[in-house]
């Protein structure tokens, strides 16, 4: 989410005053497109590069006199593991590379330069993208071939990365613990994934019908398939510990609304893995975090790897993270124009399942190499084969065909033709990617400690296949001619379906959620989404709708009609973007917003000029003038509480914990006030123009710019009611 706030203040700005520009697309995040486990106050000063890191590095606390625990405490600090090199049976002999690639698919990556070609992405981009700290584990052929630290784990005191010991946050990487978690209670006959999951559920988390004829089923969860709308704000992420729940407390509180039918629309949901993770934790008969240690990290020695934070002990939450590695947590770091502002330590506890685990590189080998071995690592069995093969096997396919979720797993297409498995993470500092090929029996593993190292963890481990086994790309694709004639059939404004409803959050979220798309007099397709524009040409008849980028081989696929694209499909698999019709656009709420501005300052000028002068009207036009004066304060006063709002959520993370804010819901009452107040001016429009005698009411000047006002304010009111703006309740 994430730019995404920027989209966020440029279009809230604009309800400020005529002549603003229209709004800039952004990441719900997701989020906004939302944070992946995310996306968003006030934002802090950022701190000068010299005084970072002057908060204290957030400690377990022994617990004296309290109750313990849940779950008990946590075991005393595990054997160092084995190291994480496995031999490997030899590969078989490789087949000739294809034309133009370097390396077959058979052959191993060369130690010597696939570490300068590591070393060079990874160092360019940390200065060029302002990254304070990354670590990165590469394996293949049941070895690791390369682990190594980059950079900061903190700034103050200085505190190199270290890739066995320096914990990074993963963030939705955590969901494939959950996914292995989950087909292991499949495997020993406790669930079907074709059963409807309120059948593993403790009564009260149980999905409500809403009104839908078919039921949540096991499968819907890990194909993020269930029809969830998608909430953040507020509550995916903690940074006072007093706040976090348990996980099923969670679940019950911040149920979210079902927007689709189960199995209608993969769109990305957090709330559908913490979901899993209580039916496993509920069929299983153990705590979510002490299942993953028995059943997935101690047999693989991950034993710097958790689902637990550094917090007070407290009766009814898992037990603190262990001393031992509390030391070694990275800090998480914004990048402002003053240098690194760190920020606070991230809880999210309250939603485990999806997305709480810390982890090294070294572990994160160990991860992939169990993986790549279909289950096993060093003697330890951790899934069978069916289960294996299931995560190599897509649920449900994007429309694209190349793409889905591989029971949970992330399926993606790589140069040269080669498929990856995996997952990426995102909290809202730390960005992370895990991608194993098995054709290549490859694993790649990165994160970073800072909120602009997005870019860098998404493009790595294309690179590495890319410049080591895949021939080089012919670029740039040509446009199309027949493309410019269409460009009606595909240009405007196109919304995701990971986002909020209705509510205030669903206002921000049409606001910064969406997508723009464009088409170039030279036959290209202009799209603008999480705060990039790329371009696209056609491949294959328009009518099928498959586009490929102009400087590169990712794909998006275009739903038509006879009357042009409905919605497009990006290469994630994650989200689909819907068209939105002209009223749902941040342009026209901008245009309305600005006409409803200026007549409100002309209605205000009208009372300052009119004081000077004789005035007559008759008792019902009296009223109605005081009325329209309220009107005319209610609103200026409410588009400038919003841009205000809007312009103090320069972080991300403020949005996040201090969501709505007095801002926020002040700017709509009072939207909410007006609205009210242009009811009653509407039904008083045929009494206005009634009148009386010429000399006791008003002339038909006043009596027009009354009823523009009125239908002014009667169409922003329209317009903010259906984006949700008008329910401060919501908040």
Not at 74 to 103: H, N
Not at 350 to 379: E, F, H, K, N, V
Not at 492 to 513: A, C, H, I, K, P
Request: with cysteine; aromatic share 8%; proline share 8%.
């Amino acid at each position: 989410m994430r730019s995404t706030v920027f989209a966020v203040a440029v279009a809230v700005a604009l309800l400020l005053a005529p002549g603003a520009s229209a709004l800039a697309q952004d990441d719900k995040a997701p989020a906004a497109a939302k944070p992946a486990v995310a996306g968003a106050g006030l934002p802090r000063r950022p701190v000068p590069y010299g005084k970072l890191n002057a908060r204290p590095k957030p400690k377990p606390l022994q617990a004296t006199g309290q109750a313990a625990p849940s779950d008990a405490a946590p075991k005393p600090a595990m054997p160092q593991p084995p190291p994480a090199t496995v031999v490997a049976a030899p590969p078989a002999p490789a087949a000739p590379p294809a034309p133009g690639a370097r390396l077959a698919s058979g052959q191993a990556l060369p130690l010597a330069e696939l570490e300068a070609f590591v070393d060079g992405m990874v160092k360019d981009a940390m200065a060029r993208e302002h990254i304070a700290g990354a670590t990165v584990s590469i394996v293949q052929n049941g070895q690791v071939i390369l682990k190594k630290g980059y950079g900061f784990a903190s700034l103050r005191p200085n505190r190199l990365v270290d890739p066995d010991r320096t914990l990074f946050r993963v963030g939705s990487i955590s969901k494939t613990f959950t996914w292995i978690a989950l087909m292991k209670e499949v495997e020993a006959g406790r669930m079907r994934l074709n059963q409807p999951v309120n059948l593993y559920l403790p009564e009260k988390v149980q999905v409500k019908d809403q009104g839908y004829d078919q039921p949540v089923r096991v499968a819907n969860l890990m194909d993020h398939s269930t029809g969830f709308e998608d909430r953040a704000f507020g509550q995916l992420f903690e940074r006072n510990y007093e706040r976090v729940r348990p996980l099923d407390l969670y679940l019950r509180q911040e149920r979210p609304k079902r927007v689709h039918a189960p199995g209608a629309v993969s769109s990305y949901s957090n709330y559908a893995a913490a979901l899993a993770g209580e039916a496993v934790t509920y069929t299983a008969g153990k705590p979510y975090e002490r299942l993953v240690e028995d059943e997935i990290l101690n047999p693989l020695g991950m034993a710097s790897t958790t689902f637990r934070e550094p917090h007070p002990a407290k009766a009814g939450l898992p037990a603190p993270m262990p001393a031992r590695l509390a030391g070694d947590i990275s800090d998480g770091y914004r990048w402002t124009p003053l240098g690194y502002a760190p920020r606070d330590y991230e809880f999210i506890g309250q939603i485990a399942p999806a997305g709480a685990a810390s982890s090294t590189a070294g572990d994160m080998a160990r991860y992939m190499l169990m993986q790549l071995g279909g289950g096993q690592l060093a003697g330890a069995q951790i899934y069978g084969p069916a289960t294996a093969q299931a995560f190599r096997t897509p649920l449900r396919k994007t429309p694209l065909g190349i793409n889905g979720w591989a029971h949970g797993f992330m399926v993606s297409d790589l140069p040269g033709g080669y498929r990856g498995y995996g997952h990426g993470g995102a909290t809202l500092s730390f960005f992370s990617n895990m991608v194993v090929v098995p054709d290549l029996n490859l694993g790649v593993f990165i994160s970073t400690n800072t909120d602009t190292g997005r870019p860098l963890v998404n493009r790595l481990p294309d690179r590495i296949v890319q410049h080591f086994y895949a021939a080089p790309d012919v670029f740039p694709h040509p446009g199309s001619a027949d493309l410019a004639e269409r460009r009606k059939d595909f240009a405007g404004y196109y919304l995701t379906t990971r986002r909020t409803y209705s509510g205030l959050e669903g206002f921000v979220d049409q606001l910064n959620g969406g997508s723009t798309v464009d088409v170039t007099r030279d036959g290209k397709l202009v799209l603008a989404t999480d705060g990039a524009t790329r371009t696209w040409a056609p491949e294959g008849p328009l009518d099928e709708g498959r586009f490929i980028a102009t400087q590169g081989s990712e794909r998006v696929v275009f739903d038509m009609s006879d009357g042009g694209a409905r919605a497009f499909h990006p290469a994630s698999g994650t989200q689909a973007f819907e068209r939105a019709p002209f009223w749902r656009q941040p342009r026209a709420l901008a245009i309305l917003a600005a006409l409803a501005a200026a007549c409100a300052l002309a209605t205000i000028a009208g009372v300052v000029v009119r004081n000077r002068r004789e005035f007559r009207e008759n008792q019902i036009q009296s009223r109605a003038s005081l009325v329209q004066n309220i009107q005319a304060v209610l609103w200026l006063v409410s588009l400038a509480l919003f841009g205000l709002w809007a312009s103090k959520t320069g972080d991300v993370a403020q949005i996040m914990y201090r969501w709505p804010g007095a801002l926020m819901l002040m700017a709509s009452a009072c939207a909410l006030v007006a609205a009210g107040l242009t009811a009653t001016t509407f039904l008083a429009l045929p009494a206005i123009w009634r009148g009386g005698r010429r000399v006791d009411s008003w002339p038909p000047l006043r009596k027009a710019f009354f009823t523009v006002t009125v239908f002014v304010y009667l169409a922003l009111s329209v317009d903010l009611g259906l984006w949700g703006a008008l329910s401060p309740w919501s908040g």
